[in-house]
């Protein structure tokens, strides 16, 4: 195809357009007439690199909502042409506009001038974070019309046009390598246009102030990517064929909030995504799990759906996510949402809420909705004042609205249902203000004066008054005060009133150990939209909901069956019923715990698990699950072992994979103490962290942290560690700390790293420390120690800690391997001095050891070969990229033996993708997993798993439909590969 280009405009350097608030950026470029023989010029308003002050140099255009670049037709003097070269309106050959960008958002507005000020606009749908290439027909097609006051007569003339101008957000980066008109004579372009479609978003830039490039290894490393990843996910989503199954319980830890509209359920889980039933629970499908790691960030925090397109989604976290296409694609929203520098694990976007029309969306920063009273205080530190960010165009960009009051984390966003122009704000200082018309400059900001000493939780407005409002209101303090409901009245009114509401109950209600209680906290409130008269109370920290039949005067107890507390293997933490949900158009109710969902479709005369089954002692789902943090996971001759920190420890029970058993006891005087939540009223809260399980299951192994009362505000974590072993598949366990010989509770600054059976007699066996290594050879009766002085001074003096151990029954060697102490997580991890040999062996199963230098400065996870070549995965280091590779037997390391690095991109460095492990195999099947490290910064997504079935000669990537790539454990074993995730378990049977 030929292209003979009549006028060309080429950016000599490409523009960056950072742009605080609303500011206009105006560069002309000259167009010189070809056929009068002019030279191309370039007219920029600074030299590039200059800060460009935009009110001072562009005080003419700043009252614009947008950045653009410009091209402006001129005359070789520079003075503006007032028409279209002739050329170009009468070309008998198709003429083109061409424009190359980037652009940090997925959309890009593209606008013709008329020499009359009439405007011409259209939006174009790019690969955010990419190189696109526009094509536009000329005359353009599909432009609307925007006008200047009373100008124009709504028909488009080339002739007429004066410029093009190329539209960026404020706060969003544009790169322009050029704009040019091109012609065609074989025929129009088409104009590339991403389809609305599944699509994998491109990878985001580096956090800004992350300073990525300052942690990136010696480039005279070798750089090695193993391609096909995104595509493979995109087939995946596009074929919605299943390659991993949950398989997990029906748990779902944590739900932050539900929204219902018809049959149709959307559950948000805490780092689990969003899951949707579109038929009230019968089947499930992930909206997020193509999204990088599950979730570009840690966390979601709320959640709401547009009335007016079910397909829009917002998502509050640590940052703002959106999606037009029902969670096909997402995009990460940061134009008008101030600094997020102060993110952390606790604070985010707490509540994100549209209006009744969507024609509005509200957040602000807050916590999660179940965080408890007073973990928002070190947030204030950070925020000088309230605000309230507003956004018009469905998350594309917001407006901050400051409210002139001290800061305080947001706890409601309730906004009027009946009317557009009003929302209600909460905050967790007692704060309550109605807002009335955001959006306008002469918007209101109505102070509503609480209680002392509470702040209004959840409302609701009465269905036949539009004026009246329940409120539930909780104590802002610590010790707890008992829980009130109010009424405001007048609430669209100037001068609201509020009136206290006393709350009568018929029957009694008790907690989940029969004991009779007073409620502790309402966590919501709400009319029925499908029974007249009925109001809801969500009780926190107990097992009811109180429904009252006559507007609220009087209150059932209903408290949860005893058949949903599954034998109360969960304690509190399952039954406690926390909230309820309704939807308008929907014909059911939603009930939830902290991990347990329930349904009603008869206004609470019977409800049912909405994602549990439990009967006869086991458990399943109905088809989505999301037990979190599955520490330990094992793959064995008949059965699969799983631990998790908020569910103990459960073993499979059939082929399926499907059903599973509990194994850790439930009783209170059972070795294991009962499980509840960290400020709860048990002394002890204990985490089941790693499990290890020999392959013929004669021994499993497991360990449990314990915390003391109130050490979770305190940030005094696991101060007590033991080690459980069974001798007969979970049904009894005993505590064999004393016979490891660290007493009877292990130090916390030793963590249990690893135990590993001999592959013929799982009588003999290793258990591995991050400081010490146990051997026995009478199944766990007693070990003795390796003392070797070697050992001993590494682990001392050089400040490194071992990470994993396997064992080479071919040639007799065992293997260990260490990475530097992270103590200072960001220094040690990513940019610690070069450190000592990392890699040790003995071919005396212990007693005495070597170093075996591979030329790595940390070994993270690593297996072994039938025969005896070595599988590798390394962490980042200050000179050398996180590795993966195999080394054959006998031989020294050479960079032709690596199969992929990472940690050398900023991408890499920023997203924390930092080492490969786990590192795993079953024969000469390997599973390798590109992963992360949890330092630098809150984006936390791995790569994902990696295959290979050629004993560690090649990988593929393997992630297909996998919900989530952020993994805690993983095995591989007789043909199946099961993979323990943040939220939830998935297998894949690949043979």
Not at 18 to 38: M, P, Q, S, V
Not at 638 to 662: M, P, T
Request: glycine share 8%; proline share 5%.
């Amino acid at each position: 195809m030929k292209i003979n280009i009549i006028a060309l405009v080429s950016l000599l350097l490409s523009i960056n357009i950072f742009c605080e608030g609303w500011h206009t950026l105006r560069t002309e470029f000259n167009i010189a007439d070809k056929a009068a023989g002019k030279n191309l010029k370039i007219y920029k308003p600074k030299e590039s690199g200059d800060k460009v002050d935009f009110k001072k140099d562009f005080a003419e255009i700043a009252a614009s909502q947008w950045a653009l670049a410009e091209i402006t037709y001129t005359s070789s003097g520079g003075e503006t042409i007032d028409s279209f070269p002739s050329q170009y309106a009468n070309a008998k050959e198709n003429v083109f506009l061409e424009i190359k960008l980037y652009y940090t958002q997925p959309v890009i507005g593209v606008e013709f001038k008329e020499k009359n000020w009439e405007r011409w606009a259209k939006s174009f749908k790019i690969k955010n974070n990419e190189w696109n290439l526009i094509r536009i027909p000329f005359p353009p097609q599909g432009f609307a019309l925007r006008k200047e006051g009373e100008q124009g007569n709504g028909v488009y003339n080339p002739e007429n046009t004066s410029a093009v101008s190329v539209f960026a957000a404020a706060g969003h980066t544009l790169r322009i390598e050029y704009i040019r008109f091109v012609t065609d004579a074989e025929g129009p372009l088409s104009i590339p246009e991403n389809k609305s479609g599944a699509e994998m978003k491109p990878e985001p830039p580096p956090i800004p102030g992350s300073a990525a490039k300052n942690f990136l290894p010696d480039p005279k490393n070798r750089k090695v990517k193993i391609s096909g990843r995104k595509e493979q996910v995109l087939n995946a989503v596009k074929n919605q064929k299943v390659i991993w199954k949950n398989i997990a319980p029906g748990f779902m830890n944590v739900i932050i909030g539900a929204h219902l509209n018809k049959d149709v359920i959307t559950l948000a889980i805490d780092i689990g995504g969003l899951v949707q039933t579109r038929d009230a629970g019968k089947s499930w499908q992930y909206l997020s799990y193509h999204m990088e790691g599950g979730m570009t960030s840690r966390s979601i925090f709320d959640f709401d759906i547009s009335p007016a397109n079910e397909k829009i989604i917002v998502i509050g976290g640590y940052k703002i996510y959106r999606t037009e296409n029902g969670g096909l694609s997402w995009e990460e929203i940061s134009q008008g949402l101030g600094p997020a520098a102060f993110m952390t694990k606790s604070s985010g976007f707490g509540q994100v809420k549209f209006n009744a029309s969507g024609s509005v969306l509200y957040t602000a920063i807050g916590t999660k909705v179940w965080m408890p009273v007073g973990f928002e205080k070190t947030i204030a530190k950070n925020y000088p004042e309230k605000q309230i960010f507003i956004s018009k165009n469905n998350a594309v960009s917001f407006i901050t609205i400051d409210l002139k009051r001290p800061f305080a984390v947001i706890k409601c966003i309730y906004p009027h249902p009946n009317d557009n122009s009003i929302v209600y704000l909460s905050f967790g200082d007692g704060d309550f203000l109605i807002l009335k018309d955001a959006l306008e400059n002469s918007r209101e900001i109505i102070s509503v004066a609480v209680p002392d000493g509470y702040f209004v939780r959840s409302m609701s407005i009465f269905p036949d008054d539009n004026e009246k409002m329940y409120m539930t209101l909780t104590s802002t303090s610590e010790k707890k005060s008992k829980p009130e409901v109010y009424i405001l009245n007048n609430c669209r009114s100037a001068k609201p009133e509020l009136e206290e509401k006393t709350i009568r109950f018929s029957g009694k209600f008790w907690n989940q150990d029969g004991i009779e209680k007073l409620p502790v906290d309402y966590g919501t409130i709400g009319f029925n939209p499908n029974r007249k008269n009925q109001v809801v109370i969500g009780s926190i920290q107990d097992n009811s909901v109180f429904i009252s039949e006559d507007r609220g005067n009087t209150f059932a107890v209903y408290n949860l069956e005893e058949k949903f507390f599954m034998d109360d293997s969960q304690g509190a933490f399952y039954g406690n019923i926390e909230r309820v949900y309704f939807g308008r158009n929907s014909p059911h109710a939603v009930i939830v715990s902290r991990i347990g969902a329930w349904i009603t479709s008869d206004n609470f005369k019977t409800i049912s698990d909405l994602t549990m089954k439990y009967e006869k002692g086991f458990y399943s789902s109905t088809g989505t699950g999301s037990p979190a943090n599955i520490n330990g996971l094992a793959i064995c001759n008949k059965n699969i072992y799983w631990s998790a920190q908020d569910h103990r420890v459960f073993r499979s029970h059939g082929n399926e994979h499907s059903l599973w058993k509990f194994i850790t006891d439930k009783k209170k005087e059972d070795t294991i103490p009962l499980q509840t939540a960290p400020w709860g009223p048990h002394t002890w809260w204990w985490k089941i962290e790693k499990l290890f399980a020999a392959k013929d299951e004669k021994y499993v192994y497991i360990n449990a942290l314990g915390m003391e009362k109130n050490a979770y505000e305190a940030g005094s974590f696991w101060g007590t560690k033991k080690i459980f072993q069974s001798f007969n598949k979970g049904v009894d366990w005993k505590d064999i700390t004393v016979n490891i010989g660290k007493g009877d509770v292990y130090p916390a600054g030793s963590q249990f790293v690893k135990v590993l059976f001999d592959p013929e007699n799982s009588d003999l066996h290793w258990i591995l420390f991050t400081d010490a290594l146990y051997y026995t050879d009478n199944g766990g009766s007693s070990f003795v120690q390796c003392k070797s002085d070697l050992f001993r001074d590494f682990s001392k003096k050089n400040n490194i800690f071992f990470n994993d151990m396997a064992f080479d029954k071919v040639h007799n060697i065992l293997y260990i391997g260490a990475v530097p102490a992270d103590s200072e997580l960001t220094k040690k991890s990513l940019n610690q001095d070069k450190a000592p040999a990392a890699f040790y062996l003995s071919k005396d199963r212990g007693k005495t050891w070597e170093v075996n230098d591979i030329g790595q400065n940390s070994v993270k996870s690593f297996c072994v070969l039938p025969n005896g070549d070595l599988v590798i995965g390394t962490q980042k280091s200050a000179d050398q990229p996180a590795r993966l590779f195999t080394l054959p037997y006998g031989k020294k390391f050479d960079e032709s033996m690596v199969k992929m690095t990472m940690g050398d991109t900023e991408y890499e460095i920023s997203a924390n993708q930092l080492s490969f492990w786990p590192v795993i195999s079953d024969g000469n099947d390997v599973l390798a997993y590109a992963n992360i490290n949890w330092v630098l910064s809150d984006r936390f997504f791995a790569q994902g798993p990696l295959l290979s079935r050629d004993g560690g000669k090649t990988f593929s990537w393997i992630n297909y439909d996998l919900p989530c790539n952020n993994i805690w454990s993983a095995d591989i074993y007789g043909g199946s590969i099961v993979l323990g995730t943040v939220f939830g378990i998935y297998e894949w049977k690949y043979k």
